[in-house]
């Protein structure tokens, strides 16, 4: 069962506008990762949050965990085409050591 | 460090066959994890190892399904007599137990296409 939803589902932007992806559940999360995954190939981790309320930024992208650790954002600046890719969100329960994948959001940014 | 690998990266099989694959995770990571994931979701959990013991089952891990890492450092999916909806790409990630967060570093997969 998929505890975490993505949204938007598909997302096709033009170069050098912003974007923002969403990953809601109803659980709690003991932490939070955000990943990248190309066609054909294994998620790339692009970021870890624990703390409810932490923001972190990688150069144009930006994360948020939301403060009750149900919910998190990723933010985009200025896409470029190098940013296309399904971004994935995963949440490790707060017991035992499982962890739940988003339903992922497919980006395309056109050059 | 070479990272997670995963071998085969394709496998081609008919229905009714047994299929294995491998996951070689990065040396000196304790846990290992094995997910499936189908065109267009995310990656869904099967299994986790923690050393050479398996710690965790999904109810997506049917009896056909068995893991197995023997010595703490490899592992092996094998799947018997396959079925069309066992299609799907086989990820492997390992982490670092002591890592509070547990992050966990990704395999590039394995492709399965049963026909």
């Known amino acids: 069962t998929q505890l975490l939803e993505q949204s938007p589902q598909f997302l096709s932007i033009q170069e050098g506008e912003n974007l923002t992806v969403y990953c809601n559940s109803s659980s709690v999360f003991s932490s939070l990762q955000w990943y990248r995954q190309e066609p054909g190939e294994g998620p790339v981790l692009l970021v870890t949050?624990?703390?409810?309320?932490e923001v972190k930024k990688l150069k144009r992208l930006t994360f948020q965990f939301g403060d009750a650790r149900k919910d998190s954002s990723l933010h985009i600046t200025a896409a470029q085409p190098g940013d296309t890719g399904l971004y994935l969100c995963?949440?490790?329960?707060?017991?035992?050591?499982?962890?739940?994948f988003g339903t992922g959001t497919s980006l395309t940014v056109i050059p | 460090d070479t990272g997670v690998s995963q071998d085969p990266r394709h496998k081609i099989t008919k229905r009714g066959q047994n299929v294995t694959f491998r996951c070689d995770p990065i040396s000196e990571h304790n846990r290992l994890y094995w997910y499936r994931q189908t065109l267009g979701q995310g990656p869904e959990f099967l299994t986790y190892f923690q050393n050479e013991a398996q710690l965790e089952k999904s109810r997506l891990l049917s009896d056909r399904f068995s893991a197995e890492r023997p010595k703490g450092s490899f592992s092996t999916l094998e799947i018997q007599r396959t079925e069309q909806g066992d299609s799907a790409m086989y990820l492997c990630?390992?982490?670092?137990?002591?890592?509070?967060?547990?992050?966990?570093?990704f395999g590039p997969g394995t492709r399965l296409t049963v026909l």
């Open positions: 995963a949440g490790r329960g707060s017991t035992g050591n499982q962890f739940y």
């Open positions: 949050v624990v703390t409810g309320g």
């Open positions: 990630a390992s982490s670092f137990s002591t890592d509070f967060t547990d992050t966990q570093y």
